[in-house]
């Protein structure tokens, strides 16, 4: 294979409301902490044990406004997206490294457990937003933002071509 994969699925909730901002040329870039927890029981103790790790999510453009506009804290989400690591300078003058996670779709599981306005739903449980754009279910970067239909998603809330695994 003459290229690699940069690919992030997670499923997690919200630690925290969105916090938007723009950019000077006024793109919306909306960053997400979302908590992924797994449990098992330990072996030699017998203890259930729980370790939840957290994820800093950045998101660009449409995707970013409606994050920022329907998703609250304590909200489950489903992010796709992928890694990128950058460098920079502290205050300190030590070189650190900061990874996030870039989504490219996002789609609102669940109710309004965490308190969200409800926002734009679909059968599947939660609205998908792909690359920008609202509504659809497309794959990639539509600089306009303009709205897609789709046929609605399959009981599982995946089309038949979108099963994650």
Request: net charge negative; no cysteine.
């Amino acid at each position: 294979m003459a290229r690699g994969i940069n690919k992030v699925i997670l499923v997690g909730n919200l630690g925290a409301d969105p916090e938007m901002r723009h950019t000077g040329g006024g793109t919306a870039v909306t960053t997400l902490n979302i908590a992924t927890s797994e449990s098992w029981t330990d072996k030699q103790s017998g203890e259930k044990v729980e370790k939840t790790e957290w994820h800093r999510v950045k998101m660009f453009g449409r995707l970013a406004e409606i994050a920022g506009d329907y998703l609250k804290k304590g909200r489950q989400v489903y992010i796709e997206g992928s890694l990128r690591t950058d460098k920079y300078t502290g205050k300190d003058g030590v070189e650190r490294y900061s990874t996030d996670i870039i989504a490219s779709e996002m789609q609102m599981l669940g109710g309004n457990e965490g308190g969200g306005s409800g926002g734009p739903r679909s059968q599947g449980g939660g609205q998908r937003q792909s690359g920008g754009n609202y509504g659809g279910q497309s794959r990639g970067n539509d600089d306009q933002g303009a709205s897609r239909s789709s046929p609605p998603p399959a009981d599982n809330g995946f089309a038949d071509d979108e099963i994650p695994f």
